[in-house]
Structure formats: structure tokens, C-alpha cells
């Protein structure tokens, strides 16, 4: 089940494997779809102590940041128990 909130954008952390898959093109356009159309998607994150793993959604999280947002709507999940 996931539950929608918004937290603070410094407080989501993005695994470095993920972080190398960042393409400057996608979160600029992203970026101007977001001023022009707002957020229809938003980014998933799992809890994780007193931060947030990213999951899903690093070019609208990069394209927030961009934008000059401090906070960003996510969807919090769990994470699945191995």
C-alpha cells in the first residue's frame, strides 16, 4: 500500500548506481512539463531510519531540484522483506 506525503527533497537519498543513470536532457524536459502541466507523477521512496531511499522517479526528483523546490510529493512504500 502506498501513502502520499511530501517531504523535504534534501531528505531523499539517491543510491549512487541510480545516480549514474541521470540523463540532463530528461530532467530538463521534465522540468518545463512540471511548470507548464505540474507533477502528475509522483516519485517513490522507501522509509529508511530518518531518510528516504529513492525507488522511482530520480529525473522528477533531479527536475524539483531544478526548479528550486525544497519539498516534493512522494509516494511512500515498503520495501519488500527478504
Request: charge should be positive; hydrophobic fraction near 45%; aromatic fraction near 4%.
Amino acid at each position: 500500500m502506498m501513502k502520499k506525503q511530501i517531504v523535504a527533497i534534501q531528505d531523499v537519498y539517491v543510491p549512487v548506481q541510480r545516480r549514474q543513470t541521470l540523463d540532463p536532457q530528461k530532467v530538463h524536459a521534465l522540468a518545463a512539463s512540471i511548470m507548464e502541466k505540474g507533477q502528475d507523477a509522483l516519485i517513490l521512496v522507501r522509509p529508511d531510519d530518518k531518510r528516504f531511499v529513492l525507488v522511482e522517479g530520480l529525473h522528477r526528483l533531479e527536475a524539483c531540484k531544478a526548479l528550486g523546490e525544497t519539498t516534493v510529493p512522494i509516494y511512500l512504500v515498503q520495501a519488500r522483506r527478504h
